[in-house]
């Protein structure tokens, strides 16, 4: 069976165990945390993050992006990718925009709320958290906003890498307490309530927030 190195409530872990769970692919989850990481774990992820895919015994494949490329190329259907060559690329670069844009502003919220107190022993930096749902997410989720504008999915009629990748990290801010203002965002909360409950989706979902019972 393949194996998926890294802590469940990465959204880049995340990322990838949707695509597998779309796909039926059957896999273990190895609950590698991204601190201080083993110099074996090294010797799969140069840059010591997570997560890493083993399909099989010798092969192990860094980054979440990667990896979902991988898992399309040996297993194309159902599609996670769309046809389309434009649409191909508007879905990869929702798919870092997710990555690079909300992760970064939002990740920080989960991390001083979830991570910091509950795991390190650290307090919540409050500032830091306003900063981040004040000044960093909002003209992001404006973006995002006009980019659903009421649609199923963010690319074509299908579910793709695109809403996997915005996705994730919502998921997080809704581990920290935060949801996406429907009176600011409409679009956009409804689609995130829509792919919440995504089996794929929702499955995860309910089993990280054990995490925190």
Not at 133 to 155: I, S
Request: charged share 25%; aromatic share 10%.
């Amino acid at each position: 069976m393949s194996t998926v190195h890294g802590a469940g409530l990465s959204p880049f872990v995340r990322k990838v165990r949707i695509a597998l769970k779309e796909k039926g692919i059957a896999y273990d989850l190895d609950p590698v945390v991204p601190f201080n990481v083993s110099g074996e774990f090294k010797k799969m992820s140069p840059l010591g993050k997570i997560p890493v895919y083993t399909p099989k015994p010798g092969i192990h494949i860094p980054d979440s992006s990667v990896i979902i490329a991988y898992l399309e190329r040996t297993q194309p259907k159902p599609a996670l990718y769309p046809e389309n060559p434009e649409d191909m690329a508007r879905a990869l670069f929702l798919e870092e925009f997710g990555d690079s844009g909300v992760v970064a502003a939002g990740g920080p919220v989960f991390f001083q709320r979830i991570i910091g107190p509950r795991l390190m022993g650290q307090p919540t930096d409050e500032a830091l958290v306003r900063d981040c749902l004040e000044n960093k997410l909002p003209p992001l989720l404006a973006w995002l906003e006009e980019q659903v504008n009421g649609n199923d999915f963010l690319v074509g009629k299908a579910f793709s890498v695109a809403d996997i990748g915005i996705t994730s990290p919502f998921v997080n801010l809704s581990h920290a307490g935060e949801q996406v203002d429907a009176a600011l965002y409409p679009n956009l909360a409804r689609y995130i309530a829509r792919m919440f409950e995504r089996p794929s989706i929702k499955e995860l979902i309910q089993e990280e927030r054990a995490f925190f019972q």
